[in-house]
């Protein structure tokens, strides 16, 4: 569930990463509230995916998915030119989003605080 979570936080980065674009400096009302809602669904969503995942792999997860998202949907919808090089550096970056989340590391179960 934890990996669950940080997947659509990172969605949810996305959408206010292109919000934020789209907001023209917190001119347009539109894409202002869309940027505020979704900014703070991705921050609790990494926040509790963070109690369960270590902090820097679900930081690197949900910065590269976010990351990669938001330029996907620039170069579709024509904010951003597309090149073969590019693409080569996205699909670097899922890969190493998809690495991480193989690469073995503390169980749910063990992300309880230590007693001091």
Same mark, same amino acid.
């Given at each position: 569930?934890?990996?669950?979570?940080?997947?659509?936080?990172?969605?949810?980065?996305?959408?206010?990463?292109?919000?934020?674009?789209?907001?023209?400096?917190?001119?347009?009302?539109?894409?202002?509230?869309?940027?505020?809602?979704?900014?703070?669904?991705?921050?609790?969503?990494?926040?509790?995916?963070?109690?369960?995942?270590?902090?820097?792999?679900?930081? %690197?997860?949900?910065?590269?998915?976010? %990351? %990669?998202?938001?330029?996907?949907?620039?170069?579709?919808?024509?904010?951003?030119?597309?090149? %073969?090089?590019?693409?080569?550096?996205?699909?670097?970056?899922?890969?190493?989003?998809?690495?991480?989340?193989?690469?073995?590391?503390?169980?749910?179960?063990?992300?309880?605080?230590?007693?001091?």
């Amino acid at each position: 569930m934890p990996w669950i979570v940080l997947v659509v936080s990172a969605v949810f980065e996305a959408v206010w990463a292109t919000a934020l674009g789209m907001s023209e400096g917190f001119t347009r009302l539109v894409p202002t509230l869309v940027f505020f809602v979704a900014l703070t669904a991705s921050m609790a969503g990494l926040g509790w995916a963070a109690k369960h995942i270590p902090i820097g792999t679900a930081y %690197a997860v949900w910065v590269g998915i976010g %990351a %990669a998202l938001t330029v996907l949907y620039a170069m579709a919808t024509g904010g951003e030119s597309v090149s %073969a090089a590019k693409i080569v550096f996205l699909t670097g970056i899922i890969a190493a989003v998809v690495g991480l989340k193989l690469v073995p590391g503390r169980s749910e179960r063990d992300t309880e605080p230590a007693a001091k």
